[in-house]
Nanobody
Framework: EVQLVESGGGLVQPGGSLKVSCAAS???????MSWVRQAPGKGLEWVSS????????SYADSVKGRFTVSRDNAKNTLYLQMNSLKPEDTAVYYC????????RGQGTQVTVSS
């Protein structure tokens, strides 16, 4: 059974930084992974993806240059480093096995507010 458990969310001021993590289990962690988010009252939005080896990454225009995705395959863990956070980044962040977020964890809340 695929299990994805996100952690590390919280409240941060605009301009601040936060790093969220995703612990994966129940499947071979050698596939591409993604982060998606859902802001209040909105649908799922793709944020970033990383290939199985970690050498190829992609980002939504809204986060490019501010967010960095990475992974540690030895620990079956996916990360998202978020810098220069904006209020519009407020959302529940999910790790997922695809860009659509079809299989995702329970999410971690990130709130950017002063």
């Amino acid at each position: 059974e695929v299990q994805l458990v996100e952690s590390g969310g919280g409240l941060v001021q605009p301009g601040g930084s936060l790093k969220v993590s995703c612990a994966a289990s129940g499947f071979t962690f050698n596939y591409g992974m993604s982060w998606v988010r859902q802001a209040p009252g909105k649908g799922l939005e793709w944020v970033s993806s990383i290939n199985n080896g970690g050498g190829i990454t992609s980002y939504a225009d809204s986060v490019k240059g501010r967010f960095t995705v990475s992974r540690d395959n030895a620990k079956n863990t996916l990360y998202l480093q978020m810098n220069s956070l904006k209020p519009e980044d407020t959302a529940v962040y999910y790790c997922a096995t695809d860009r659509a977020g079809t299989h995702r964890g329970q999410g971690t809340q990130v709130t950017v507010s002063s």
